[in-house]
């Protein structure tokens, strides 16, 4: 039998809670072994409020007046500008980059992309009449006291779009073994048709009370598989393997401490936190010349709000070698052919235990200079 | 003659900016006497690139494409699901509170309403014809090398809108003064028309180069003043005066340094930091128990990342001993009476400088009780 530990339950993504769990950090026991991987979209809990009656209640509440949660699938959504694609059961949004989603150069930021995929991911279960009133979680999860958790994220980058641009997302659902599921992504500009960014992510169900992994209800495969589809954003036949680094990583971001902005109403560090604390340890000089063009995260284990934690960073041996010859290169002016090439960094975000450290997520990115071969109108 | 002092500049809102920029933080030239109560939008250097030739391109750039500002008054933008109203000078756009911009209890953040207040406000002006390739500089202010600058914000939030909700936005300009603008913003359920929050805005011309203040020249007041409309979101006969806080104030939050993360793509603290550095002295409990219902934000000067930035806030005297005698009431079950009671607070955030402290944001924040009082439908 797993030992169990007690650790704070964080999850990945901006989400909402309920009230009591607001008002103060909570301890859950998680099974060690079986959440290994693993990072509870801990907002979910909300659907643990009892909203199932949704649909035959005579009365709305308040919550459903504002929400407006559909009861049945939908085809069309005007306000969100999304509708239903795939033969029926893939789903596209249209959304315009507004302009506190970019940064420099006006380019969307990471996170941006990060929230934009988690707004159309749940405005997909939103307009298939299957959400309840939790964050993702169907009517049948919510019977069964089951949440989404994600265990791996895989987003690539070809070209970041720019302030007001409008943009085409793609999402869809596909069988992940035999009790997960993988969620697709396609982000595409509206006007040309040329694809910027493609993600995929795998997601496992776990108990909402005893913080188990679980399998797969019938009730609930009964729901979601009719969405299921064998497409794939990102083709992996073997996932890259993301090694655990050490203490002697060269780039180390110690005492990381969430402030209270950093954590989400559940009090909880949120994942996006959890790129920007990867991303802060890349050199400044990678940070000002290179884009991400890739990044991996394997979610292990959740971030409470009192936990310190450490960020570490390796760039791969090869870019090591690769850089110093650059900066000869630089320096004698022969860059132009080396502008296509790629610096991969390993990642580990890690709770700094007494005895022991924990690991919270193993990540992997990518970069590449920017030029202008980062624009796909140039000749 | 005012003396001149070397200051970092950043800006309100997360913006774009030129390429330069983002490679190093530069120090610029700020008249101290005209800067003072001003903070600089600074994404609007990108302005000076000199798009103003948009118009009379035969051949459009790669952004231009991307982009597609309209050179002339668009009266709908179905993308950004925006309309001219008020008789075709005001601007109405219709949002859905997404799944990242929610906090607590599922309600909207006061960052997010910060983040759609400037996104709409952009979007005005894009819908305008007026719109120059930077943020928010009308083609006249970038032939004068003008930029905006925001030095006063008021908002009020009576009810927080809810993840999902489908809330209309409107805003609109008027003069205030000789050479300033006022813009207002009106948040209102779509479902309802119930007004959920009402702001009001100050701002002012800088010049890009010099980096002082300028007066309105004629040809811009050509180009905005046919938009000015007289209504007010909030009446405000005589704006409250805030008092400047010492170092006996009674919550203070040292040593806040800017993480990369924080910074805007000019390598500058963005305004919602700000605020975020005012909110995190705020007493636990009161954060826990209470909502914001108000924040008046005074922009005196910039901060640079290489600054350290001391949060101070002081509760209204009236309040501590009305927390007092709650605090009495609570433990005898008498709390109802004070439901509706709102608590003050002023607050100051400065440089810490080595000979003295700098003014960067002086702020008033009013908090009431979270209860279903805050709920616009409940009877």
């Known amino acids: 039998m797993a030992a169990a530990f007690s650790c704070s339950v964080s999850f990945p993504f901006t989400c909402s809670c309920n009230r009591s769990r607001y008002r103060g ?17 801990d907002g979910i809990d909300g659907a643990g409020k009892g909203s199932s009656s949704l649909a035959t209640a005579t009365e709305l509440s308040e919550e459903q007046i504002r929400q407006r949660i559909p009861t049945k699938k939908q085809l069309v959504d005007t306000y969100r500008q999304g509708l239903i694609i795939e033969r029926g059961v893939g789903y596209r949004q249209t959304v ?3 302009s506190y989603e970019v940064g420099p150069n006006k380019t969307a930021t990471l996170e941006s992309l990060f929230n934009l995929f988690q707004e159309t991911a749940l405005n997909h279960v939103w307009m298939s009449g299957l959400l309840s009133n939790g964050f993702g979680a169907t009517h049948g999860m919510v019977r069964n ?73 019938e009730e609930v495969r009964g729901e979601i598989s009719p969405w299921f589809i ?36 559940n009090q909880h560090v949120n994942n996006v936190k959890y790129v920007r604390w990867m991303l802060e340890t890349i050199p400044d000089n990678i940070l000002e010349s290179h884009q991400l063009s890739g990044i991996i995260l394997e979610y292990r284990r959740e971030c409470g709000s009192s936990n310190t934690v450490q960020s570490l960073c390796q760039p791969d041996e090869d870019e090591i070698l690769t850089n110093g010859v650059e900066q000869s290169l630089l320096k004698n002016g022969y860059l132009g052919s080396l502008d296509s090439k790629t610096y991969g960094y ?15 997520v ?10 202008s071969t980062v624009l796909p109108y140039s000749t």
């Open 362 to 371: 193993r990540g992997r990115t990518r970069w590449r200079k920017k030029f």
């Open 96 to 98: 315009v980059v507004r």
């Open 25 to 41: 950090k909570v301890d859950i026991k998680i099974n060690a072994s079986s959440s290994s991987r693993l990072h509870t979209l």
């Open 346 to 360: 390993t990642h580990l975000l890690q709770i700094k235990g007494e005895t022991r450290n924990e690991e919270i």
């Open 145 to 217: 006291n089951l949440i989404w958790v994600v265990s791996r994220m895989h987003v690539q980058v070809d070209h970041y779009p720019i302030w007001g641009e409008v943009l085409e997302i793609d999402t869809w659902v596909g069988a992940s073994g035999k009790n997960g599921m993988r969620r697709d992504w396609l982000i595409r500009s509206q006007a040309t048709g040329i694809t910027y960014a493609r993600a995929t992510s795998t997601w496992v169900m776990m108990n909402d009370k005893t913080r188990r992994l679980s399998k797969m209800p």
């Open 230 to 265: 064998e497409k794939q954003a990102i083709k992996e036949d073997v996932p890259e393997k993301i090694v655990k680094l050490d203490d002697n990583a060269t780039y180390v971001n110690s005492d990381l401490k969430p402030k209270r902005s950093d954590l989400d109403m």
